[in-house]
């Protein structure tokens, strides 16, 4: 494995209401890497992240757990920490020590009792925040519903980077919306350059004279923006 460089490492803490998909979402990510070659699941108690026996009979994530993934030359640290309002001592320390907060909001639930806590010691601990919206292959997903809430509810700041594509039964799928041609992800796409060219004037003026910005730069410079800052 040898020596992990801090520069090369990168963590992030996976929160949510209790059952929003946490402990499923990073289930997906370590068979997506390949470090699994089945995906368990919550049901039949047989994930990587919920091992401990109490989780597996009664299906719920009690204590933090840490998975590691090795990917693109970088090592991700992913906490998987329990929703459920007994637990909130571990999402506010999990959320402490990571590099990122990834909130995940039911695109059926929508933003609930614990999002919003989630979002509380975020703030408080100063992380940066990414939202996930889990669910949309389930009936009734409504991932602008959640969106609008996101925003109304958490910050203006709140953009997407990745669209869904369909919903419910039609879920197919999600697009990169600055990589996507298409039609759908446009104005996401100049949302997300306009918020760019705002924090960087030499961008701004690139972009009033109609010249093409580089995706490496809106991405550089997306880093910067924090929606713990309004
Ligand atoms: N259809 C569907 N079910 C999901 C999804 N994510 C999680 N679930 C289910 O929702 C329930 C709660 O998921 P879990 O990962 O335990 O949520 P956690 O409490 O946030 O860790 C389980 O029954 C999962 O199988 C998803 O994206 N789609
Ligand atoms: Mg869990």
Same mark, same amino acid.
């Given at each position: 494995m040898g020596v992990r460089k801090p520069e090369d490492t990168r963590s992030f803490a996976l929160c949510a209401h209790g059952g929003a998909g946490k402990t499923s979402l990073a289930e997906a990510m370590l068979f997506d890497n390949g470090n699994i070659t089945r995906m368990g699941s919550v049901q039949n108690g047989n994930t990587v992240s919920d091992f401990q026996s109490e989780e597996q009979k009664r299906n719920i994530s009690i204590s933090t757990s840490l998975l590691t993934l090795e990917r693109k030359g970088k090592t991700f640290y992913v906490l998987d920490a329990p929703g459920y309002a007994d637990f909130t001592g571990e999402m506010s320390a999990a959320i402490?020590?990571?590099?990122?907060?990834?909130?995940?909001?039911?695109?059926?639930?929508?933003?609930?009792?614990?999002?919003?806590?989630?979002?509380?010691?975020?703030?408080?601990?100063?992380? %940066? #925040?990414a939202f996930v +919206?889990?669910?949309? @292959?389930?009936?009734?997903?409504?991932?602008?519903?959640?969106?609008? *809430?996101?925003?109304?509810?958490?910050?203006?700041?709140?953009? %997407? #980077?990745?669209?869904? +594509?369909?919903?419910? @039964?039609?879920?197919?799928?999600?697009?990169?919306?600055?990589?996507? *041609?298409?039609?759908?992800?446009?104005?996401?796409?100049?949302?997300?350059?306009?918020?760019? +060219?705002?924090?960087? @004037?030499?961008?701004?003026?690139?972009?009033?004279e109609g010249e093409t910005i580089p995706q490496a730069d809106i991405e550089r410079t997306l880093k910067k923006l924090s929606p713990q800052k309004e």
């Open positions: 402490r020590v990571a590099d990122t907060a990834v909130i995940l909001v039911s695109a059926v639930g929508g933003i609930e009792v614990q999002t919003s806590r989630a979002w509380e010691y975020a703030a408080h601990h100063n992380a %940066p #925040v +919206v889990s669910k949309m @292959d389930r009936e009734n997903a409504d991932f602008e519903k959640v969106l609008a *809430d996101i925003k109304s509810q958490f910050s203006q700041n709140a953009l %997407p #980077v990745f669209l869904p +594509v369909g919903a419910g @039964d039609k879920f197919s799928g999600v697009v990169d919306v600055l990589k996507s *041609d298409s039609p759908e992800a446009e104005s996401a796409k100049e949302a997300l350059i306009e918020a760019a +060219v705002e924090m960087d @004037d030499a961008l701004m003026e690139k972009y009033l």
